[in-house]
């Protein structure tokens, strides 16, 4: 099993995610503060690693139920799902992922 713990940012909401493979599925466990998320864990359920970790065939299933519950365009949650799809899958190394945000000072 692969977790991943997203702080989310501003607002404030914590999301936990663990996904473990079964077979050639990849099931997901999404417990989460915030009720967008929320719903989109209720119809995330299962997903196919391969088709999650490439943009060229189609909309990943994961980045789709983003756009249909997340409100924020810039909500890291789908992407921190992916990365512990990712993880599981073994398509990638358990690495920690970071963006650090800062606004320069005028001059």
Known sequence: MATAEIFAG?????TKVEATMDGKVCKLSIVSECAAI????????????YQEISFK?????IHAAGHKFCTHAACPVPVGIVKAVEVEARLTLPTDVTIKLAKAKPE
């Open 38 to 49: 929320q719903k989109m864990a209720a119809e995330l359920t299962e997903v196919n690693p």
């Open 57 to 61: 065939r189609a909309m990943p299933t």
């Open 10 to 14: 501003n607002c404030g909401f914590n």
